[in-house]
C-alpha cells in the first residue's frame, strides 16, 4: 500500500515536470490578453479578424477564446485569404457568411471588398487582429492587416493586435525594398523582403511611419492602436525556439520548414521554369527544372558558393500522395550567415542559363508586373531582363544591405522585444 503511494506520487510528479519542460516558451498576445481576463476588451462590441493560425499556445482557436469568454462581447468575424478556417483557395474571392460555429457574420477582406467598409465596422467599437505573418514582405496577410487599419483609423474604430512571433527571428533583415509604384496587396509595407518584424511592431511602423498608410498623418496620429505584447520572446528566436506547435498559415505553408523555404526561394525564379516544390510534401524547399536532373542542378548552383545552403538531391511525394517528384532540396546549414533571397535571385540568374536564352526580356507584361510587385525593385527587373546570365547578383545584394542596414535603424524605433 505504501509501494503503491510512492509510485503514484511519482508518477504524478513525473508528468507535472514533464509538461514544465514541454510548455512553450512563449506567451502569445492571445494568451498575454486572456491573463488580462480580457480587460481592454471590457463594455465594447468586439470584431475579429484571424484565420486558422490565429491560436493560444495550447493550440485553441481565437475565434473560440473570445466567443466563449464570459466578458467579451464577439459580434463579427473578419476573414483574410483564404477565410477564417483556411478552407478557401488561394486567389479566389471570398464570400461573405454566416460562421456555422458561431452564428456570427463573417465579413470577407478578401472578395468584393480587401478594405472593410463603414457598414461592417458600424457592427463593432474595437477591431481585434489575430494573425501569424511568414516574416516575409509578400505575404497578404499584413497587407490585410494595413487595410484593416486604415479603414479602423478612418471610422473612429479602436484596433488591438495579438502579438506574434516572426517564424524568422526578429534579427534577419534582407532583400530588396518595395519601390512605390509597385506597392500592392501582394506587398504593401515598405520594407525589405524579410523584414525582421512582428506583426504587432509592422503595425506600429504603419501607424507612425509617414507614408506607410495610404490615410492622412490626421488620421494616423488620432487612431487608437494597442499591440498586446507576446512574453517570453526574443529577437533571436526563430519559430522552432518558442516551443509552439506550428499551424499553417496558409495552404502553401503547411509548416515551419516551409516559411524558411519561402524566404529563400518564394521570388519570381518560377517564371522561366524552375519549380520551389509547391504541391509536394517539402514546398519552397525542393527545387526541379524540367529536363535536368537534380545532380546538374546542383552542379550549377554550387558555383555559386551561396553562403549557409547546400543542396541534396531528394524526393518528395505530390500533396496528393500519387505520385514521386525527384529534386534538389534547399539544406540550411548556417541561418546566421545565410542571405535567404540570394538564392532566389542566383535561381533567376541561372534560368537564363538553362533557357539558353534571356526569359525575362520576353515577359509578358502582366508577368512582370507580377514579378516586381514581389520582388519590388524595377532597377533589379530591368538589369534582369536586359543582362539575363550576366546580371552581377552580388552588386544587387551589396547594394540591398547597406540599404537594409539603415532600414534596420529606422525599424528598431518600432521594435517591442530585445
Same mark, same amino acid.
Given at each position: 500500500?505504501?509501494?503503491?503511494?510512492?509510485?503514484?506520487?511519482?508518477?504524478?510528479?513525473?508528468?507535472?515536470?514533464?509538461?514544465?519542460?514541454?510548455?512553450?516558451?512563449?506567451?502569445?498576445?492571445?494568451?498575454?490578453?486572456?491573463?488580462?481576463?480580457?480587460?481592454?476588451?471590457?463594455?465594447?462590441?468586439?470584431?475579429?479578424?484571424?484565420?486558422?493560425?490565429?491560436? +493560444?499556445?495550447?493550440?485553441?482557436?481565437?475565434?473560440?477564446?473570445?466567443?466563449?469568454?464570459?466578458?467579451?462581447?464577439?459580434?463579427?468575424?473578419? !476573414?483574410?485569404?483564404?477565410?477564417?478556417?483556411?478552407?478557401?483557395?488561394?486567389?479566389?474571392?471570398?464570400?461573405?457568411?454566416?460562421?456555422?460555429?458561431?452564428?456570427?457574420?463573417?465579413?470577407?477582406?478578401?472578395?468584393?471588398?480587401?478594405?472593410?467598409?463603414?457598414?461592417?465596422?458600424?457592427?463593432?467599437?474595437?477591431?481585434?487582429?489575430?494573425?501569424?505573418?511568414?516574416?516575409?514582405?509578400?505575404?497578404?496577410?499584413?497587407?490585410?492587416?494595413?487595410?484593416?487599419?486604415?479603414?479602423?483609423?478612418? $471610422? !473612429?474604430?479602436?484596433?488591438?493586435?495579438?502579438?506574434?512571433?516572426?517564424?524568422?527571428?526578429?534579427?534577419?533583415?534582407?532583400?530588396?525594398?518595395?519601390?512605390?509604384?509597385?506597392?500592392?496587396?501582394?506587398?504593401?509595407?515598405?520594407?525589405?523582403?524579410?523584414?525582421?518584424?512582428?506583426? !504587432?511592431?509592422?503595425?506600429?511602423?504603419?501607424?507612425?511611419?509617414?507614408?506607410?498608410?495610404?490615410?492622412?498623418?490626421?488620421?494616423?496620429?488620432?487612431?487608437?492602436?494597442?499591440?498586446?505584447?507576446?512574453?517570453?520572446?526574443?529577437?533571436?528566436?526563430?519559430?522552432?525556439?518558442?516551443?509552439?506547435?506550428?499551424?499553417?498559415?496558409?495552404?502553401?505553408?503547411?509548416?515551419?520548414?516551409?516559411?524558411?523555404?519561402?524566404?529563400?526561394?518564394?521570388?519570381?525564379?518560377?517564371?522561366? !521554369?524552375?519549380?520551389?516544390?509547391?504541391?509536394?510534401?517539402?514546398?519552397?524547399?525542393?527545387?526541379?527544372?524540367?529536363?535536368?536532373?537534380?545532380?546538374?542542378?546542383?552542379?550549377?548552383?554550387?558555383?555559386?558558393?551561396?553562403?549557409?545552403?547546400?543542396?541534396?538531391?531528394?524526393?518528395?511525394?505530390?500533396?496528393?500522395?500519387?505520385?514521386?517528384?525527384?529534386?534538389?532540396?534547399?539544406?540550411?546549414?548556417?541561418?546566421?550567415?545565410?542571405?535567404?533571397?540570394?538564392?532566389?535571385?542566383?535561381?533567376?540568374?541561372?534560368?537564363?542559363?538553362?533557357?539558353?536564352? +534571356?526569359?525575362?526580356?520576353?515577359?509578358?507584361? $502582366?508577368?512582370?508586373?507580377?514579378?516586381?510587385?514581389?520582388?519590388?525593385?524595377?532597377?533589379?527587373?530591368?538589369?534582369?531582363?536586359?543582362?539575363?546570365?550576366?546580371?552581377?547578383?552580388?552588386?544587387?545584394?551589396?547594394?540591398?544591405?547597406?540599404?537594409?542596414?539603415?532600414?534596420?535603424?529606422?525599424?528598431?524605433?518600432?521594435?517591442?522585444?530585445?
Amino acid at each position: 500500500m505504501f509501494y503503491r503511494f510512492f509510485l503514484i506520487l511519482f508518477c504524478s510528479f513525473f508528468v507535472f515536470i514533464t509538461d514544465v519542460v514541454s510548455a512553450p516558451k512563449v506567451m502569445l498576445g492571445i494568451d498575454v490578453l486572456e491573463s488580462m481576463q480580457f480587460s481592454p476588451l471590457k463594455y465594447k462590441r468586439v470584431g475579429l479578424l484571424t484565420h486558422p493560425a490565429g491560436v +493560444n499556445r495550447n493550440g485553441r482557436s481565437t475565434v473560440d477564446i473570445l466567443y466563449k469568454a464570459r466578458n467579451v462581447k464577439l459580434v463579427a468575424l473578419f !476573414g483574410p485569404e483564404h477565410g477564417i478556417y483556411g478552407d478557401e483557395k488561394a486567389d479566389v474571392p471570398v464570400l461573405d457568411k454566416i460562421d456555422k460555429r458561431t452564428k456570427l457574420p463573417v465579413f470577407s477582406l478578401y472578395g468584393k471588398y480587401r478594405k472593410p467598409t463603414p457598414y461592417m465596422l458600424s457592427k463593432i467599437d474595437v477591431l481585434v487582429i489575430d494573425l501569424q505573418d511568414v516574416g516575409c514582405r509578400s505575404y497578404t496577410y499584413v497587407s490585410c492587416m494595413l487595410r484593416a487599419m486604415e479603414a479602423c483609423f478612418e $471610422n !473612429g474604430k479602436e484596433v488591438i493586435v495579438l502579438d506574434r512571433p516572426n517564424p524568422l527571428g526578429g534579427l534577419k533583415v534582407d532583400g530588396p525594398p518595395l519601390d512605390k509604384e509597385f506597392k500592392s496587396y501582394v506587398g504593401m509595407f515598405h520594407v525589405p523582403y524579410v523584414h525582421g518584424m512582428t506583426i !504587432g511592431e509592422l503595425a506600429r511602423f504603419a501607424k507612425y511611419t509617414r507614408g506607410a498608410m495610404e490615410i492622412t498623418s490626421n488620421f494616423q496620429r488620432h487612431g487608437k492602436l494597442t499591440v498586446i505584447q507576446m512574453r517570453g520572446w526574443k529577437r533571436r528566436m526563430l519559430w522552432n525556439d518558442t516551443g509552439l506547435r506550428w499551424k499553417p498559415t496558409s495552404p502553401a505553408i503547411p509548416t515551419f520548414s516551409a516559411a524558411l523555404g519561402y524566404s529563400m526561394t518564394g521570388l519570381g525564379c518560377q517564371l522561366g !521554369g524552375f519549380q520551389h516544390g509547391y504541391g509536394t510534401t517539402r514546398p519552397f524547399r525542393l527545387l526541379t527544372f524540367p529536363n535536368k536532373t537534380p545532380e546538374q542542378l546542383k552542379a550549377h548552383l554550387d558555383k555559386f558558393r551561396i553562403r549557409g545552403v547546400s543542396f541534396v538531391p531528394a524526393k518528395a511525394k505530390s500533396s496528393d500522395g500519387k505520385k514521386v517528384v525527384n529534386g534538389l532540396y534547399v539544406v540550411i546549414n548556417n541561418w546566421d550567415i545565410l542571405r535567404p533571397t540570394e538564392l532566389s535571385f542566383y535561381l533567376m540568374k541561372l534560368t537564363c542559363t538553362l533557357n539558353g536564352g +534571356n526569359v525575362f526580356r520576353y515577359a509578358q507584361k $502582366n508577368q512582370a508586373l507580377l514579378f516586381n510587385k514581389h520582388t519590388g525593385s524595377k532597377l533589379f527587373w530591368r538589369e534582369l531582363s536586359n543582362k539575363g546570365a550576366y546580371t552581377d547578383i552580388a552588386w544587387f545584394i551589396k547594394k540591398w544591405e547597406a540599404d537594409n542596414a539603415q532600414f534596420k535603424k529606422i525599424s528598431a524605433k518600432y521594435y517591442l522585444y530585445k
